[in-house]
């Protein structure tokens, strides 16, 4: 069955910080992942998506995303956080888009 | 500009009453979704559309309906079987019936409160 699985629900980091968000897929043949940014009350916003070839993908507002097929991962990552980063990320799979549960980022002054 | 349009932004509604979310689209796409979105939970699909007057059920469409009478709008349904309906909706479209090489566009989204 595919499925998708964020195991960190709410992170804390400094500004200025790096950050990394986990993203775990269950999928039988080669994944289609996203990731989307949600800002509070609002829709969600598609930062990067992964099809094939390169497992590095960059993304919009710094944000990259490396696809690793011996781990069942699509983290997220970005070397600086800002305090506009502040937000919820969702990792989705596939055509029939299931999501993770998200994550909740926090960023400290 | 192209976008997704969810009205109205929060709506009220008395447990026992039928209520409809309204999603208007304009960027000529196809396919069309509802999602349901709960502190903790993340977004489950309600229903989804890939073409006008077809559409099928996602992962909890128990108490509610839809239509897509055409292209361009999918409005959803909260029926008064709808158990827990108090919730905040999504509406979403994608250029093809599976999003293979294309990612979803959102709504602002529908904050529905039964009392």
């Known amino acids: 069955a595919q499925s998708v699985t964020q195991p960190d629900i709410h992170i804390t980091v400094s500004e200025g910080a790096s950050l990394e968000l986990r993203c775990n897929y269950s999928?039988?043949?080669?994944?289609?992942l996203f990731w989307y940014v949600q800002s509070p009350g609002q829709g969600l916003q598609l930062l990067l998506k992964?099809?094939?070839?390169?497992?590095l993908v960059q993304g919009i507002k710094g944000f990259e995303a490396e696809f690793k097929r011996s781990q069942s991962s699509f983290n997220l990552r970005k070397p600086s956080v800002h305090w506009s980063d502040a937000a919820e990320y969702f990792c989705?799979?596939?055509?029939?888009?299931?999501f993770g549960a998200g994550t909740r980022l926090t960023v400290k002054p | 500009d192209g976008g997704i349009t969810q009205s109205p932004k929060y709506l009220f509604r008395k447990e026992g009453q039928n209520v409809t979310l309204s999603c208007e689209q304009n960027l000529n796409h196809d396919a069309m979704y509802w999602y349901r979105q709960d502190p903790g939970q993340g977004l489950r699909l309600i229903y989804y559309s890939q073409i006008v007057n077809d559409f099928q059920k996602g992962d909890i469409a128990e108490g509610y309906s839809v239509s897509r009478e055409k292209k361009e709008s999918f409005p959803l349904t909260v029926t008064s079987a709808q158990k827990n309906p108090t919730a905040f909706y999504l509406c979403?479209?994608?250029?093809?019936?599976?999003?293979?090489?294309?990612?979803?566009?959102f709504g602002n989204g529908t904050r529905l409160t039964v009392t």
């Open positions: 989705a799979l596939d055509s029939d888009m299931r």
């Open positions: 979403a479209s994608s250029s093809s019936d599976r999003v293979l090489n294309s990612p979803l566009h």
């Open positions: 992964y099809f094939s070839g390169d497992t």
């Open positions: 999928y039988g043949a080669t994944p289609y």
